[in-house]
């Protein structure tokens, strides 16, 4: 079973519609999540770190739930430029900073 | 301000050659991850190097290796290239080698071909 666990994809939606990904990690010792933004052929980027209380940050918002071992992003009034793929990350913090990336969901916001 | 570098930002190489990918941390980073990513995986960890020690090794074989210079810079060194070596090596700085929430920033990436 990989840590990190992600949607297959792809997510073809439509401008204005609200998308959710997945996420499950298989390590109970995992302290800090995040999910990055990935644009073809770039390196990733951090969109937000995510919070046991769950944050949100403008459309985005993340949710954890460290009983079921899941995470999420919900992106509202999708745009054009949110076609990306996004990365679930996982970090266990023992000494270093290994993180954990998922494979990656594949979104495309359609006109 | 600069962000990671990388170079080269492409290289071409053969089968049984050896390969030195080299990055420079933003300044005042003292913590440089070395990450592999094959076309549609996400990024595998390789190394971490924290004060020039090394931090962190990832499920990769002997063929990989990586040190960190008194200014934080590091090359990741690869010998032996298989053809499956062929990926996007990322390179990935941060303040701290631990913590809470210690976001990693990412250079543009090498992308190596194993011809």
């Known amino acids: 079973r990989k840590e990190v666990e992600q949607d297959p994809g792809p997510f073809n939606v439509p401008e204005g519609a609200t998308v959710a990904f997945n996420c499950t990690y298989s390590?109970?010792?995992?302290?800090?999540f995040f999910w990055y933004r990935q644009d073809c052929r770039k390196e990733p980027k951090l969109l937000m770190s995510v919070y046991s209380s769950g944050n949100e940050d403008g459309r985005f918002t993340a949710q954890l739930n460290r009983a079921s071992q899941y995470i999420s992003l919900l992106i509202r009034d999708s745009k054009l430029s949110d076609s990306a793929t996004y990365l679930c990350?996982?970090?266990?913090?023992?000494?270093?900073?290994?993180?954990?990336f998922g494979a990656g969901t594949r979104l495309t916001v359609k006109p | 301000d600069a962000g990671v570098t990388q170079s080269p930002t492409h290289l071409i190489k053969t089968r049984g050659q050896q390969v030195t990918l080299r990055c420079s941390p933003i300044s005042g980073h003292k913590s440089v991850s070395w990450y592999q990513q094959v076309l549609g995986q996400g990024p595998q960890f390789i190394f971490q190097y924290y004060e020039k020690e090394e931090r962190g090794r990832g499920n990769f074989p002997d063929r990989f290796s990586a040190r960190q210079f008194p200014n934080y810079s590091s090359e990741l060194n690869v010998n032996a290239l298989l053809l499956g070596d062929s990926a996007l090596y990322l390179c990935?700085?941060?303040?701290?080698?631990?913590?809470?929430?210690?976001?990693?920033?990412f250079g543009q990436g090498t992308r190596l071909t194993v011809v």
């Open positions: 390590n109970s010792a995992s302290q800090s």
């Open positions: 990935a700085s941060s303040l701290e080698a631990m913590g809470r929430n210690t976001e990693a920033f």
């Open positions: 990350v996982v970090n266990k913090i023992s000494n270093n900073n290994d993180m954990r």
